[in-house]
């Protein structure tokens, strides 16, 4: 073995070992009435998507593909088709250690309450983290369509020495109204957050200086806001300490605003395909791009019987070929 191969080596070791210190938590979403009639017998988590894929699929298989194996599911509303696909889907085997366990709402000594929100549902199953070795805490949505390496996100989150990394999407001024908007520093960390800014004056408090973004890779397009993607990394500790003390119930509308105020938030930039899957256009927009993509192409996609859910690979190039 080389150098260069005893380096990439050690490098892939190093992920190994820092990545299996985090977990991973889904979160299950509401009603999804935004969905009707798709959520009508079942949550938008257990939605099919591609034929034998559920939306739930994308977060764990991002998840395992980082080498993220501790994957908690907090799961709330039409849940049983979803507990059925994640028990039939998911079998780690007994020498790897993984699992994708489901933290379903439950009476407890502590509570006999459903889930109140985002925060909420987090704060009821805190003891899963709070188990030894665990060291960060990814929470994610059920319901998006993208594909990122949450490694990229970690190295981020460890050199910027953060106590909270989010994940962060550029976007035109028309498409940040319908999205929360981050106002950062020269060095990536959040100071204002302001929830679907609709006016000129709104978008340019929170505005981004496109050769910011230029500078760290990103090409900014006509772009100048960052769109937060409701994807969040945390220190164990500073996200005990966070939902301790306080009946806050929503990440995105209340934690998050507070982790501003009082802990060094930083964004980590993420240039991909993403969409989150919330209402019907949303769920068949990118169903259609991919249809058109193969019907334009001139070569037969062929998708193996024993492709599982870990090969997904196809939703990165939505944005190039569209």
Known sequence: MNGNDQKRAADFSGSKIIMSS????????????????LTEQRSKPAVPLAAKYRLIDIPIA????????????????NSVSLHRHIRQTYNF???????????????????????????????KNLRYVQQPG?????????????RMD?????????????DVTIAALPVDREAAKGFGVMRLDDNGRVEGFLEKPQTDKE??????????????GIESKGRDCLASMGIYLFNRDTLVELLSNNDYEDFG????????????????????????????????????IWQNLIHRSSFTVQIPPST???????????????
């Open 62 to 77: 991002n998840c395992i593909n980082s080498d993220i194996s501790r994957i908690y599911l907090l799961t709330q509303f």
């Open 93 to 123: 085997d007994s020498f790897h250690g993984g699992f994708v366990e489901i933290l379903a709402a439950q009476q407890t000594i502590e509570g006999a309450d459903w889930y109140q929100g985002t925060a909420d549902a987090v704060r």
């Open 253 to 288: 509308k209340e934690v998050f605003p507070m982790s501003i105020r009082t802990r060094n938030v930083q964004v980590h930039l993420f240039d991909g395909y993403w969409e989150d899957i919330g209402t019907i256009k949303s769920f068949f927009r990118p169903i259609l």
């Open 22 to 37: 985090t977990v991973g938590l889904i979160l299950g979403g509401g009603k999804g009435t935004r969905l009707f009639p």
């Open 134 to 146: 665990i060291e960060h805490v990814l929470i994610l949505s059920g319901d998006q369509l993208y």
């Open 308 to 322: 599982r859910v870990r090969d997904i690979c196809l939703l990165p190039s939505l944005r190039e070929r569209a």
């Open 150 to 162: 949450y490694r990229d996100m970690l190295k981020t989150h460890q050199e910027t020495n953060a």
């Open 203 to 216: 978008i340019d408090m929170v505005r981004t200086d496109p050769q910011w973004m230029e500078s760290r």
